[in-house]
């Protein structure tokens, strides 16, 4: 069946007693053995709980894994992936990352003696020089926040197996409808499905899918056991999200490439950074793993000083954090998404103060051009009097 198809019917012929089209919030936390040493197979919510357990068989399936978790945020299914290591652990993670791992990884997960060194993750080279006899696994964000970074996954995964290590993907961006990393050789697929998986801007949420019997019962066990899961109405939510994930990604995509190339062309901008164009350093890469392009991308003024009256005049697109909804959001990495990133380190990737995110929603495209001009020619007229 295409993967069209089965985002639709997501939950649609899982209750068999009312034939219910929408799977039903089941708010339960408690569920009753019929006799002793016996189980209808769910007994307390944490652990298991029918609405959730649809949306992990979801993912499971969309991902190409044999497990799914779904977690109350991406964070906690962040945390819940770095449980599986522990004193003395050491990880390689992608360089240009986002903000809020960066802080889990060095503020929290260094207190447990877990620590990362933050490398170009598509540089083999680069790669065999940092990996260490205490290393055990590779955290991939591709593409990148917010610089849209490409890793070549087949080949990097491939290392990581030589290795030994756990390859960790991070699919956020591109989600299971345009690239599933499990297919090109990782073990663990990680989402904050608070963007596009959810669609909305309107639930908080986590995924993970496990490829392999050994690390889908250890997830198991770290999931029951931290108990950041997801609770059965957002469980709904998420999945009804999910359901027009295919229509949502192909129409950001559509109208991000469109805007990208507009901005390309505008003279204020010194660079878009978008692995759908041609000029990307990433785009055969991208092309040959992926089916599709996300719908975000950054760009970078020649002027630092618009930063501030384009974010103040823009009208249908919303200054705010957060991305992958259908409202176009944009956002200004340097002190917000990564403002917990020290200096040097966005300097060295590029995250400066001239570089802005814009997550691309479903509005008409013409609308948002519109938006982004009027807000251009404020600017300009604020900072040149022009």
């Given amino acids: 069946?295409?993967?069209?198809?089965?985002?639709?019917?997501?939950?649609?012929?899982?209750?068999?007693?009312?034939?219910?089209?929408?799977?039903?919030?089941?708010?339960?936390?408690?569920?009753?053995?019929?006799?002793?040493?016996?189980?209808?197979?769910?007994?307390?919510?944490?652990?298991?709980?029918?609405?959730?357990?649809?949306?992990?068989?979801a993912a499971a399936q969309l991902e190409s894994g044999d497990a799914g978790f779904a977690c109350s945020s991406g964070m906690a299914a962040l945390t819940t992936i770095f449980s599986l290591f522990g004193q003395g652990d050491h990880l390689l993670v992608s360089l240009d990352l986002y903000g809020g791992t960066y802080r889990l990884l060095e503020r929290i997960m260094s207190r447990f003696g877990v620590t990362a060194t933050y490398v170009d993750t598509n540089d083999i080279d680069e790669l065999n020089m940092l990996v260490t006899p205490s290393t055990k696994a590779i955290l991939i964000e591709t593409p990148t926040n917010p610089l849209m970074m490409i890793t070549d996954l087949e080949r990097v995964c491939a290392w990581a197996k030589s290795k030994n290590l756990l390859s960790i993907v991070d699919n956020t961006l591109l989600t299971p409808f345009f690239q599933r990393p499990i297919e090109l050789g990782a073990d663990i697929v990680v989402h904050s499905a608070s963007k596009y998986l959810g669609g909305?801007?309107?639930?908080?949420?986590?995924?993970?899918?496990?490829?392999?019997?050994?690390?889908?019962?250890?997830?198991?066990?770290?999931?029951?056991?931290?108990?950041?899961?997801?609770?059965?109405?957002?469980?709904?939510?998420?999945?009804?999200?999910?359901?027009?994930?295919?229509?949502?990604?192909?129409?950001?995509?559509?109208?991000?490439?469109?805007?990208?190339?507009?901005?390309?062309?505008?003279e204020a901008v010194d660079e878009v950074y978008y692995p759908a164009l041609p000029h990307h350093p990433g785009h055969d890469a991208q092309s040959r793993q992926s089916s599709g392009n996300t719908g975000i991308f950054s760009f970078r003024l020649k002027n630092?000083?618009?930063?501030?009256?384009?974010?103040?005049?823009?009208?249908?697109?919303?200054?705010?954090?957060?991305?992958?909804?259908?409202?176009?959001?944009?956002?200004?990495?340097?002190?917000?998404?990564?403002?917990?990133?020290?200096?040097?380190?966005?300097?060295?990737?590029?995250?400066?103060?001239?570089?802005?995110?814009?997550?691309?929603?479903?509005?008409?495209?013409?609308?948002?051009?519109?938006?982004?001009?009027?807000?251009?020619?404020?600017?300009?007229?604020?900072?040149?009097?022009?």
């Fill in 1 to 57: 069946m295409k993967i069209e198809s089965r985002l639709a019917q997501i939950g649609s012929i899982k209750e068999p007693v009312t034939g219910a089209v929408s799977f039903p919030v089941y708010q339960a936390t408690a569920f009753r053995h019929p006799r002793l040493g016996e189980s209808t197979g769910f007994d307390y919510a944490r652990t298991k709980s029918p609405t959730r357990s649809v949306l992990e068989e």
């Fill in 200 to 266: 909305h801007n309107d639930v908080l949420a986590g995924l993970i899918v496990t490829k392999g019997k050994e690390l889908s019962e250890q997830m198991a066990f770290l999931h029951n056991s931290l108990g950041a899961v997801l609770g059965p109405q957002d469980s709904w939510l998420l999945m009804r999200g999910m359901k027009t994930l295919a229509l949502r990604m192909e129409r950001h995509q559509a109208n991000a490439t469109a805007i990208a190339n507009w901005l390309l062309a505008h």
């Fill in 304 to 386: 630092a000083a618009y930063v501030e009256p384009i974010l103040r005049h823009i009208r249908l697109i919303a200054f705010a954090e957060s991305l992958g909804g259908v409202e176009s959001l944009m956002t200004y990495p340097a002190v917000q998404t990564h403002a917990d990133i020290p200096v040097e380190i966005r300097q060295k990737i590029g995250v400066d103060d001239r570089l802005l995110r814009f997550s691309v929603g479903i509005e008409h495209q013409d609308d948002l051009i519109a938006d982004l001009a009027q807000a251009f020619d404020a600017a300009k007229r604020e900072i040149e009097g022009a």
